[in-house]
Protein backbone atom coordinates (compact mmCIF):
# COMPACT_ATOMS: atom_id res chain seq x y z
CA UNK A 1 0.00 0.00 0.00
CA UNK A 2 1.05 3.42 -0.86
CA UNK A 3 -0.24 6.87 0.20
CA UNK A 4 0.58 9.86 -2.62
CA UNK A 5 1.02 12.97 -1.65
CA UNK A 6 -0.66 16.05 -3.20
CA UNK A 7 1.46 18.30 -5.05
CA UNK A 8 1.46 21.61 -3.52
CA UNK A 9 0.26 24.74 -5.61
CA UNK A 10 3.54 26.77 -6.53
CA UNK A 11 2.03 29.64 -5.71
CA UNK A 12 0.28 28.86 -2.64
CA UNK A 13 2.10 30.41 1.23
CA UNK A 14 1.95 28.90 3.92
CA UNK A 15 0.74 30.94 6.81
CA UNK A 16 0.82 29.15 10.18
CA UNK A 17 -1.20 31.64 12.23
CA UNK A 18 -4.13 30.83 10.08
CA UNK A 19 -3.43 27.23 9.78
CA UNK A 20 -2.88 26.84 13.57
CA UNK A 21 -6.36 28.57 14.33
CA UNK A 22 -8.08 26.59 12.05
CA UNK A 23 -7.08 23.37 14.04
CA UNK A 24 -7.72 24.93 17.16
CA UNK A 25 -11.06 26.19 16.04
CA UNK A 26 -11.79 22.73 15.58
CA UNK A 27 -10.52 20.81 18.59
CA UNK A 28 -12.84 23.59 20.25
CA UNK A 29 -15.78 22.46 18.66
CA UNK A 30 -14.97 19.04 18.62
CA UNK A 31 -14.02 19.00 22.22
CA UNK A 32 -11.41 16.95 20.82
CA UNK A 33 -9.54 17.24 24.15
CA UNK A 34 -12.28 16.90 26.55
CA UNK A 35 -12.15 13.40 27.38
CA UNK A 36 -14.97 11.85 29.26
CA UNK A 37 -13.11 10.09 31.78
CA UNK A 38 -16.46 8.47 33.82
CA UNK A 39 -16.82 6.46 30.33
CA UNK A 40 -13.46 6.04 29.57
CA UNK A 41 -12.44 2.83 29.07
CA UNK A 42 -8.66 3.12 28.61
CA UNK A 43 -8.62 6.73 30.56
CA UNK A 44 -4.68 8.01 30.47
CA UNK A 45 -3.36 10.67 32.87
CA UNK A 46 -0.92 13.21 31.17
CA UNK A 47 0.40 15.14 33.70
CA UNK A 48 2.96 18.32 32.87
CA UNK A 49 5.07 20.47 35.76
CA UNK A 50 2.67 23.56 36.60
CA UNK A 51 4.77 26.53 35.00
CA UNK A 52 5.42 29.23 37.68
CA UNK A 53 3.36 32.05 36.58
CA UNK A 54 6.54 33.97 37.78
CA UNK A 55 7.39 36.28 35.05
CA UNK A 56 5.17 38.52 32.32
CA UNK A 57 5.06 35.53 30.24
CA UNK A 58 6.08 31.69 28.98
CA UNK A 59 10.04 31.30 28.33
CA UNK A 60 11.31 28.82 25.65
CA UNK A 61 11.59 26.43 28.84
CA UNK A 62 8.29 26.20 29.32
CA UNK A 63 7.20 25.41 25.93
CA UNK A 64 9.92 23.22 25.41
CA UNK A 65 9.28 20.61 28.45
CA UNK A 66 5.52 20.49 27.35
CA UNK A 67 5.60 19.89 24.08
CA UNK A 68 7.84 16.71 24.23
CA UNK A 69 5.04 16.02 26.77
CA UNK A 70 2.24 16.69 24.51
CA UNK A 71 4.02 14.83 21.94
CA UNK A 72 3.70 11.99 24.40
CA UNK A 73 0.35 12.64 25.23
CA UNK A 74 -0.36 12.34 21.18
CA UNK A 75 1.12 8.98 20.93
CA UNK A 76 -1.04 7.77 23.82
CA UNK A 77 -3.79 8.71 22.50
CA UNK A 78 -3.13 7.30 18.85
CA UNK A 79 -3.27 3.90 21.06
CA UNK A 80 -6.73 4.41 21.63
CA UNK A 81 -6.56 5.67 25.56
CA UNK A 82 -8.41 8.24 26.61
CA UNK A 83 -5.79 10.98 27.34
CA UNK A 84 -6.70 13.84 30.23
CA UNK A 85 -4.08 16.40 29.98
CA UNK A 86 -4.74 19.09 32.31
CA UNK A 87 -2.73 22.33 33.02
CA UNK A 88 -2.43 24.64 36.20
CA UNK A 89 -0.53 27.37 37.47
CA UNK A 90 2.05 26.76 40.26
CA UNK A 91 1.34 30.35 41.48
CA UNK A 92 2.24 30.11 45.22
CA UNK A 93 5.70 31.03 46.36
CA UNK A 94 8.77 32.86 46.51
CA UNK A 95 9.10 33.37 42.64
CA UNK A 96 5.63 34.84 42.14
CA UNK A 97 6.30 36.68 45.13
CA UNK A 98 9.90 37.66 44.14
CA UNK A 99 8.47 39.19 40.75
CA UNK A 100 5.67 40.84 42.68
CA UNK A 101 8.26 42.62 44.66
CA UNK A 102 10.49 43.09 41.85
CA UNK A 103 7.85 45.25 39.84
CA UNK A 104 5.86 46.73 42.56
CA UNK A 105 2.81 44.86 42.67
CA UNK A 106 0.90 43.27 44.61
CA UNK A 107 0.87 38.99 43.93
CA UNK A 108 -2.62 38.94 44.70
CA UNK A 109 -3.68 41.17 42.19
CA UNK A 110 -0.43 40.48 39.86
CA UNK A 111 -0.65 37.49 39.53
CA UNK A 112 -3.93 36.56 38.22
CA UNK A 113 -2.76 39.08 35.38
CA UNK A 114 0.20 36.95 34.62
CA UNK A 115 -1.92 33.92 34.69
CA UNK A 116 -3.73 35.28 31.84
CA UNK A 117 -1.19 35.88 29.76
CA UNK A 118 0.36 32.61 30.20
CA UNK A 119 -3.13 31.04 29.55
CA UNK A 120 -3.46 33.05 26.15
CA UNK A 121 0.66 31.95 25.18
CA UNK A 122 -0.19 28.55 26.14
CA UNK A 123 -3.72 28.27 24.02
CA UNK A 124 -1.88 29.59 20.96
CA UNK A 125 0.77 26.34 21.52
CA UNK A 126 -2.28 24.30 20.45
CA UNK A 127 -0.99 22.13 23.48
CA UNK A 128 -3.97 19.19 23.32
CA UNK A 129 -4.92 20.45 27.28
CA UNK A 130 -8.55 20.06 28.33
CA UNK A 131 -8.95 23.66 29.47
CA UNK A 132 -12.28 23.27 31.47
CA UNK A 133 -10.11 21.38 34.36
CA UNK A 134 -7.57 24.59 34.16
CA UNK A 135 -6.83 24.96 38.02
CA UNK A 136 -4.05 27.98 39.89
CA UNK A 137 -2.67 26.77 43.46
CA UNK A 138 -3.87 30.41 44.56
CA UNK A 139 -7.06 29.19 44.36
CA UNK A 140 -8.87 28.41 47.74
CA UNK A 141 -10.76 25.70 46.01
CA UNK A 142 -7.59 24.07 45.79
CA UNK A 143 -5.42 24.90 48.63
CA UNK A 144 -8.31 23.42 51.15
CA UNK A 145 -7.09 20.58 50.25
CA UNK A 146 -3.03 21.08 50.47
CA UNK A 147 -4.30 22.52 54.09
CA UNK A 148 -6.87 19.15 54.59
CA UNK A 149 -3.33 16.95 54.03
CA UNK A 150 -1.49 18.84 56.21
CA UNK A 151 -3.73 18.61 58.99
CA UNK A 152 -4.11 14.45 58.47
CA UNK A 153 -0.18 13.89 58.76
CA UNK A 154 -0.01 16.45 61.77
CA UNK A 155 -2.71 14.18 63.41
CA UNK A 156 -0.62 11.02 62.21
CA UNK A 157 2.49 12.56 63.69
CA UNK A 158 4.08 13.14 60.20
CA UNK A 159 4.05 17.21 60.62
CA UNK A 160 5.52 18.77 63.45
CA UNK A 161 7.27 21.69 64.48
CA UNK A 162 11.08 22.28 65.79
CA UNK A 163 13.76 24.97 66.33
CA UNK A 164 16.43 23.97 63.48
CA UNK A 165 19.87 25.41 61.80
CA UNK A 166 19.11 26.65 58.24
CA UNK A 167 20.35 28.40 55.24
CA UNK A 168 19.21 32.22 55.52
CA UNK A 169 18.84 34.47 52.29
CA UNK A 170 19.23 38.06 54.04
CA UNK A 171 18.28 39.73 51.01
CA UNK A 172 15.31 37.72 49.78
CA UNK A 173 14.95 36.80 53.51
CA UNK A 174 13.43 33.19 53.65
CA UNK A 175 15.11 30.14 54.18
CA UNK A 176 16.68 28.18 51.95
CA UNK A 177 17.01 24.72 50.53
CA UNK A 178 20.61 23.04 50.26
CA UNK A 179 19.89 22.73 46.67
CA UNK A 180 18.78 26.42 46.40
CA UNK A 181 22.74 27.25 47.82
CA UNK A 182 25.49 27.88 45.42
CA UNK A 183 29.22 28.15 46.21
CA UNK A 184 27.44 30.03 49.53
CA UNK A 185 25.30 32.32 47.72
CA UNK A 186 21.68 32.65 46.69
CA UNK A 187 20.87 30.98 43.96
CA UNK A 188 17.81 34.12 43.43
CA UNK A 189 19.70 36.84 43.92
CA UNK A 190 23.37 36.06 44.69
CA UNK A 191 23.89 36.85 48.31
CA UNK A 192 25.92 35.41 50.61
CA UNK A 193 23.64 32.95 52.53
CA UNK A 194 24.46 32.54 56.52
CA UNK A 195 22.51 30.35 58.88
CA UNK A 196 19.57 30.59 61.65
CA UNK A 197 18.06 28.83 64.30
CA UNK A 198 14.18 29.22 63.89
CA UNK A 199 11.71 27.45 64.42
CA UNK A 200 10.16 25.34 61.08
CA UNK A 201 7.57 23.14 60.17
CA UNK A 202 8.90 19.44 59.18
CA UNK A 203 7.27 16.55 57.61
CA UNK A 204 8.93 13.02 58.70
CA UNK A 205 9.58 11.57 55.51
CA UNK A 206 12.86 9.88 57.07
CA UNK A 207 10.26 7.68 58.80
CA UNK A 208 9.87 6.10 55.76
CA UNK A 209 13.71 6.09 54.95
CA UNK A 210 13.93 2.57 54.58
CA UNK A 211 10.88 1.77 52.56
CA UNK A 212 12.03 4.21 49.67
CA UNK A 213 14.97 2.74 49.29
CA UNK A 214 13.35 -1.10 49.39
CA UNK A 215 11.10 0.51 46.62
CA UNK A 216 14.08 1.25 44.39
CA UNK A 217 14.40 -2.55 43.70
CA UNK A 218 11.65 -2.94 41.53
CA UNK A 219 10.30 1.07 40.15
CA UNK A 220 11.17 1.33 36.61
CA UNK A 221 14.13 3.63 36.52
CA UNK A 222 17.31 3.68 35.02
CA UNK A 223 20.17 2.19 37.24
CA UNK A 224 21.97 5.38 37.48
CA UNK A 225 19.11 7.14 38.51
CA UNK A 226 18.62 4.64 41.13
CA UNK A 227 21.71 4.48 42.63
CA UNK A 228 22.08 8.57 42.78
CA UNK A 229 18.42 8.04 45.13
CA UNK A 230 20.32 5.46 47.27
CA UNK A 231 23.22 7.56 47.65
CA UNK A 232 20.46 10.82 48.68
CA UNK A 233 18.89 8.11 51.12
CA UNK A 234 22.05 7.07 52.51
CA UNK A 235 21.56 4.37 54.51
CA UNK A 236 24.24 3.76 57.10
CA UNK A 237 25.08 1.04 60.13
CA UNK A 238 26.37 2.32 63.26
CA UNK A 239 26.47 2.89 66.81
CA UNK A 240 25.62 5.52 68.79
CA UNK A 241 27.95 5.62 71.36
CA UNK A 242 27.96 7.91 74.78
CA UNK A 243 30.52 9.52 76.24
CA UNK A 244 30.05 10.22 80.01
CA UNK A 245 31.18 14.14 81.22
CA UNK A 246 34.00 14.46 83.34
CA UNK A 247 33.16 15.95 86.82
CA UNK A 248 29.53 16.77 86.00
CA UNK A 249 26.40 15.24 86.02
CA UNK A 250 25.77 17.01 82.76
CA UNK A 251 24.33 14.41 80.35
CA UNK A 252 26.44 12.37 78.22
CA UNK A 253 27.37 13.46 74.29
CA UNK A 254 25.88 11.00 72.35
CA UNK A 255 27.81 10.08 68.97
CA UNK A 256 26.92 8.23 66.25
CA UNK A 257 29.55 6.42 64.26
CA UNK A 258 29.98 3.80 61.45
CA UNK A 259 33.30 3.04 62.80
CA UNK A 260 32.90 1.82 66.24
CA UNK A 261 35.65 -0.38 66.02
CA UNK A 262 37.87 2.68 66.03
CA UNK A 263 36.56 4.13 69.43
CA UNK A 264 40.49 3.44 71.29
CA UNK A 265 41.51 5.51 68.63
CA UNK A 266 38.90 8.93 69.75
CA UNK A 267 40.83 11.36 71.40
CA UNK A 268 38.70 13.85 71.38
CA UNK A 269 34.69 14.81 70.13
CA UNK A 270 33.41 17.44 68.25
CA UNK A 271 30.05 18.87 68.29
CA UNK A 272 28.34 21.25 65.83
CA UNK A 273 28.55 24.75 67.35
CA UNK A 274 24.58 25.05 67.19
CA UNK A 275 24.65 21.57 69.28
CA UNK A 276 21.83 21.91 71.90
CA UNK A 277 24.24 20.84 74.49
CA UNK A 278 27.23 23.12 73.95
CA UNK A 279 25.97 26.14 76.38
CA UNK A 280 25.45 23.71 79.63
CA UNK A 281 29.22 22.10 78.12
CA UNK A 282 31.22 25.32 77.87
CA UNK A 283 32.90 26.63 81.35
CA UNK A 284 33.26 30.41 82.14
CA UNK A 285 36.78 30.87 81.15
CA UNK A 286 35.92 29.40 77.55
CA UNK A 287 32.81 30.98 77.40
CA UNK A 288 33.96 34.02 75.14
CA UNK A 289 35.92 32.01 72.75
CA UNK A 290 33.02 29.71 71.98
CA UNK A 291 30.39 32.33 71.72
CA UNK A 292 32.16 34.01 69.12
CA UNK A 293 33.06 31.07 66.91
CA UNK A 294 29.19 30.19 66.84
CA UNK A 295 28.55 33.43 65.77
CA UNK A 296 31.30 33.46 63.10
CA UNK A 297 29.85 30.14 62.11
CA UNK A 298 26.15 31.39 61.83
CA UNK A 299 27.28 33.27 59.05
CA UNK A 300 28.51 30.33 56.94
CA UNK A 301 25.74 28.50 54.62
CA UNK A 302 25.21 24.85 55.46
CA UNK A 303 26.07 23.44 51.98
CA UNK A 304 29.90 24.82 52.26
CA UNK A 305 30.33 23.62 55.53
CA UNK A 306 28.98 20.17 54.63
CA UNK A 307 31.63 20.60 51.46
CA UNK A 308 34.38 21.30 53.80
CA UNK A 309 35.37 24.11 51.41
CA UNK A 310 37.85 26.13 54.10
CA UNK A 311 40.88 24.48 53.98
CA UNK A 312 41.73 25.55 57.39
CA UNK A 313 40.06 23.95 60.13
CA UNK A 314 38.38 25.79 62.69
CA UNK A 315 37.28 25.42 66.17
CA UNK A 316 37.06 26.36 69.83
CA UNK A 317 37.57 24.29 72.89
CA UNK A 318 34.62 24.11 75.13
CA UNK A 319 36.41 23.45 78.20
CA UNK A 320 35.00 20.30 79.01
CA UNK A 321 35.87 17.12 78.92
CA UNK A 322 34.38 13.42 78.43
CA UNK A 323 35.63 9.77 79.28
CA UNK A 324 36.21 7.47 76.67
CA UNK A 325 34.04 4.55 77.42
CA UNK A 326 36.64 2.38 76.08
CA UNK A 327 39.60 3.53 77.55
CA UNK A 328 38.35 5.28 80.25
CA UNK A 329 40.90 8.09 79.00
CA UNK A 330 40.15 12.31 79.68
CA UNK A 331 39.32 13.33 76.09
CA UNK A 332 38.45 17.04 75.19
CA UNK A 333 35.13 18.18 73.91
CA UNK A 334 35.55 21.00 70.66
CA UNK A 335 33.34 22.78 68.18
CA UNK A 336 33.76 22.97 65.11
CA UNK A 337 32.07 24.11 61.74
CA UNK A 338 32.70 20.92 60.10
CA UNK A 339 30.30 19.02 62.39
CA UNK A 340 27.01 18.97 61.35
CA UNK A 341 23.72 18.90 63.19
CA UNK A 342 21.96 17.77 60.38
CA UNK A 343 23.75 14.33 60.04
CA UNK A 344 24.10 11.64 63.32
CA UNK A 345 23.44 13.34 66.34
CA UNK A 346 25.25 16.42 65.94
CA UNK A 347 28.52 15.26 67.65
CA UNK A 348 31.27 12.98 66.40
CA UNK A 349 33.99 11.18 68.01
CA UNK A 350 37.29 12.59 66.93
CA UNK A 351 39.87 9.67 65.22
CA UNK A 352 42.45 11.63 63.88
CA UNK A 353 44.39 8.22 63.16
CA UNK A 354 42.00 7.35 60.15
CA UNK A 355 39.66 10.56 59.25
CA UNK A 356 41.18 12.94 57.06
CA UNK A 357 39.65 15.83 58.58
CA UNK A 358 39.54 14.70 62.07
CA UNK A 359 43.23 14.53 61.18
CA UNK A 360 43.81 18.10 60.24
CA UNK A 361 41.87 19.23 62.83
CA UNK A 362 44.38 17.41 64.97
CA UNK A 363 47.52 18.45 63.71
CA UNK A 364 46.39 22.60 63.95
CA UNK A 365 44.91 22.27 67.63
CA UNK A 366 48.03 19.37 68.62
CA UNK A 367 45.48 16.64 69.96
CA UNK A 368 46.65 13.12 69.88
CA UNK A 369 46.98 10.90 66.92
CA UNK A 370 46.63 7.05 67.83
CA UNK A 371 46.31 4.37 64.66
CA UNK A 372 44.39 1.45 65.81
CA UNK A 373 43.87 -0.06 62.36
CA UNK A 374 46.90 -1.29 60.73
CA UNK A 375 47.09 -2.92 57.20
CA UNK A 376 47.57 -6.77 57.53
CA UNK A 377 51.55 -6.71 56.12
CA UNK A 378 52.02 -3.95 59.30
CA UNK A 379 54.35 -2.31 57.07
CA UNK A 380 53.13 1.25 56.77
CA UNK A 381 53.03 3.16 60.00
CA UNK A 382 51.86 6.86 58.66
CA UNK A 383 48.96 7.98 60.79
CA UNK A 384 46.69 7.96 57.44
CA UNK A 385 47.27 4.54 55.81
CA UNK A 386 44.79 2.35 53.54
CA UNK A 387 43.36 1.33 57.34
CA UNK A 388 41.28 4.41 56.55
CA UNK A 389 39.38 2.64 54.27
CA UNK A 390 38.52 -0.15 56.89
CA UNK A 391 41.00 -2.81 55.83
CA UNK A 392 43.27 -4.55 58.30
CA UNK A 393 43.14 -5.53 61.73
CA UNK A 394 43.08 -3.70 65.02
CA UNK A 395 46.48 -2.67 67.10
CA UNK A 396 46.43 -0.65 70.40
CA UNK A 397 43.04 -1.40 70.76
CA UNK A 398 43.29 -3.77 73.95
CA UNK A 399 41.86 -6.94 74.55
CA UNK A 400 40.73 -6.41 70.82
CA UNK A 401 44.48 -5.88 69.05
CA UNK A 402 44.75 -8.63 66.29
CA UNK A 403 40.75 -8.62 65.42
CA UNK A 404 40.05 -7.65 61.70
CA UNK A 405 38.50 -4.03 61.35
CA UNK A 406 35.90 -5.45 59.81
CA UNK A 407 34.75 -8.23 62.47
CA UNK A 408 35.38 -5.97 65.09
CA UNK A 409 32.80 -3.24 64.28
CA UNK A 410 30.49 -6.02 65.47
CA UNK A 411 32.26 -7.14 68.73
CA UNK A 412 33.04 -3.81 69.80
CA UNK A 413 29.68 -2.67 69.57
CA UNK A 414 28.57 -5.71 71.46
CA UNK A 415 31.16 -5.09 74.40
CA UNK A 416 29.92 -1.54 74.09
CA UNK A 417 26.28 -2.40 74.52
CA UNK A 418 26.83 -4.51 77.88
CA UNK A 419 28.74 -1.50 79.29
CA UNK A 420 25.44 0.77 78.55
CA UNK A 421 27.31 2.78 76.34
CA UNK A 422 25.91 2.20 73.51
CA UNK A 423 23.35 0.70 70.97
CA UNK A 424 23.35 -0.34 67.58
CA UNK A 425 21.74 2.11 65.02
CA UNK A 426 20.80 2.76 61.32
CA UNK A 427 21.25 6.15 60.09
CA UNK A 428 20.22 8.07 56.56
CA UNK A 429 21.84 11.00 54.96
CA UNK A 430 17.94 11.75 53.68
CA UNK A 431 16.00 14.18 56.58
CA UNK A 432 13.01 15.39 57.67
CA UNK A 433 11.36 17.80 54.58
CA UNK A 434 10.89 21.51 56.32
CA UNK A 435 8.33 23.44 54.90
CA UNK A 436 9.06 27.19 56.11
CA UNK A 437 6.19 29.89 56.02
CA UNK A 438 8.89 32.75 56.51
CA UNK A 439 7.07 34.93 53.62
CA UNK A 440 3.18 36.16 52.78
CA UNK A 441 2.56 34.55 49.71
CA UNK A 442 1.31 30.94 50.19
CA UNK A 443 -1.27 28.88 52.21
CA UNK A 444 -1.88 29.82 55.75
CA UNK A 445 -0.54 26.39 57.81
CA UNK A 446 -4.16 25.98 59.64
CA UNK A 447 -2.82 25.75 62.97
CA UNK A 448 -3.88 27.49 66.19
CA UNK A 449 -1.78 27.98 68.83
CA UNK A 450 -3.39 27.88 72.30
CA UNK A 451 -1.42 29.52 75.47
CA UNK A 452 -3.81 26.48 77.29
CA UNK A 453 -4.15 23.50 75.02
CA UNK A 454 -1.08 23.70 72.81
CA UNK A 455 -0.82 23.41 69.00
CA UNK A 456 -4.75 22.86 67.71
CA UNK A 457 -5.54 21.70 64.09
CA UNK A 458 -8.64 24.16 62.88
CA UNK A 459 -11.81 22.23 62.12
CA UNK A 460 -12.10 20.45 59.13
CA UNK A 461 -14.99 22.20 58.04
CA UNK A 462 -13.97 25.27 58.48
CA UNK A 463 -11.36 24.63 55.74
CA UNK A 464 -9.80 26.62 53.11
CA UNK A 465 -8.03 29.02 56.29
CA UNK A 466 -8.12 32.06 53.65
CA UNK A 467 -5.11 33.77 53.22
CA UNK A 468 -6.05 37.32 53.64
CA UNK A 469 -5.05 40.40 51.48
CA UNK A 470 -2.58 42.45 53.27
CA UNK A 471 -0.67 46.06 51.98
CA UNK A 472 2.41 45.27 53.74
CA UNK A 473 3.32 42.07 52.54
CA UNK A 474 7.17 42.58 52.10
CA UNK A 475 9.03 40.19 54.20
CA UNK A 476 11.79 41.22 57.05
CA UNK A 477 14.87 40.49 58.55
CA UNK A 478 13.17 38.72 61.83
CA UNK A 479 12.26 35.59 60.03
CA UNK A 480 8.51 35.80 61.15
CA UNK A 481 6.03 35.62 58.32
CA UNK A 482 3.95 39.20 57.30
CA UNK A 483 0.60 37.57 58.70
CA UNK A 484 2.30 37.65 62.25
CA UNK A 485 1.71 41.37 62.10
CA UNK A 486 -2.03 41.33 61.42
CA UNK A 487 -3.70 40.50 64.94
CA UNK A 488 -7.05 40.82 63.54
CA UNK A 489 -6.48 38.08 61.68
CA UNK A 490 -4.72 35.57 63.39
CA UNK A 491 -6.91 35.77 66.87
CA UNK A 492 -9.46 33.45 66.57
CA UNK A 493 -11.15 31.53 69.18
CA UNK A 494 -9.93 28.01 70.69
CA UNK A 495 -11.58 24.96 68.41
CA UNK A 496 -11.19 23.23 71.90
Known amino acids: MSISHPVPDEGASYDPIAIELKWQRRWQERRTNEPDLKAA?????????????????????NVFAFTGADIHGRFQRLQGNSVFEPMGFDAFGIHSENYALKVGGHPMRLIPQNIENFRRQLRRVGLMVDWKHELSTTDPRYYKWTQWIFLQLFKQGLAYKKKAAVNWCPNDRTVLANEQVENGLC???????????????????????????????????????????RNWIGRSEGAEISFAIVGSDALPVVVFTTRPDTIFGATYLVLAPEHPQV????????????EAYRERTAKQDVVSRKMGESAEKTGAFTGSYAANPATGERIPIWIADYVLMEYGTGAIMAVPGHDERDFAFAQTYELPIIRVVAPDDATVNEPLAEAYTGAGRLVSSGMFDGVPATEAKARIT??????????????????????????????????????????????????????????????????????????????VPCPK
Not at 44 to 59: K, T, V
Not at 193 to 200: G, S
Request: hydrophobic content about 40%; charged content about 25%.
Open 187 to 229: ERCGARVEQRLLEQWFFRITDYAERLLHNLEWIDWSESTKSAQ
Open 41 to 61: TSPFYQLMMFPYPSAEGLHVG
Open 414 to 491: EWLVGLAAAKPVVNFRLHDWTISRQRYWGPPIPIIYCDDCGAQPVPEDQLPVILPEIEDFRPDDTGISPLARHEEWYR
Open 279 to 290: AALTTAEQRPEV
